[in-house]
C-alpha cells in the first residue's frame, strides 16, 4: 500500500478492497443494487482512515462513498448470482460481436467489430469507474443487437 499511495491509487485499492469485505460478508445475493455505500465506511481497513481523499469524502462530503471498480461493485452488490448473469450476458454480447464481424457486409462486420472494442473497453474501464451510466456502451450494444436481429431474420440490406 505504501508504493500505492506513492502512485497515487491507495484509496481506490482500499476501495476495492472494502468492497471485496462486503461480497465476502453476502457472497450470495450481495446487498443489493445501489447499497454497497451503506456497508463501505465500516469496511475500510484501518489504512484507509490515513488517506487524504478517503477521510474528506468520508467526513466532508454528504454523498455515499462507492467502490471505484465496477467489477467489485457488482460482485458486492449482486453477488455471485448476479456476477454470474452479468458475465453471460457479457458473453453473450461478446459472441455476438464476433459473429457480426464474420459478416460479408463491410457495414454489418464493422459493427461487430465496434462491439468487440466496446466488450475490451468496458474490461478495462471496469477498474477505474463503477457505473453503466456510459452511453457508448448502451448504444453500441444496442445497434449490434438490432444489427444481429437484422442479421438473424436474413435481410441482406440495411437501407
Known amino acids: 500500500m505504501h508504493y500505492a499511495k506513492q502512485i497515487n491509487i491507495a484509496a481506490r485499492l482500499v476501495y ?12 450470495w445475493l450481495g446487498v443489493g443494487l445501489g447499497n454497497a455505500g451503506f456497508y463501505l465506511p465500516e469496511r475500510l481497513s484501518n489504512y484507509a482512515m490515513g488517506l487524504m ?3 474528506r469524502l468520508l467526513y466532508r462530503s454528504d454523498v455515499l462513498l462507492n467502490i471505484k471498480c465496477l467489477w ?20 453473450n454480447l461478446w459472441q455476438m460481436g464476433r ?6 457486409m463491410k457495414d454489418l462486420s464493422t459493427v461487430g467489430l ?18 453503466f451510466a456510459l452511453p457508448y456502451i448502451w448504444i453500441l450494444f444496442g445497434l449490434a443487437t438490432a444489427v444481429s436481429i437484422l442479421i438473424y431474420n436474413g435481410t441482406r440490406s440495411i437501407d
Not at 476495492?16 to 457472497?27: K, L, R, S, T
Open 114 to 131: 465496434a462491439c468487440l472494442f466496446a466488450c475490451i473497453a468496458l474490461i478495462v474501464e471496469g477498474f477505474s469507474v463503477d457505473t
Open 16 to 27: 476495492w478492497q472494502a468492497g471485496w469485505n462486503i461480497f465476502a460478508e453476502y457472497p
Open 72 to 91: 467489485v461493485r457488482i460482485l458486492a452488490e449482486t453477488g455471485i448470482v448476479g456476477f454470474s448473469f452479468f458475465l453471460s450476458w457479457f458473453f
Open 53 to 55: 481523499e478517503v477521510r
Open 99 to 104: 459473429s457480426i464481424e464474420k459478416n460479408s
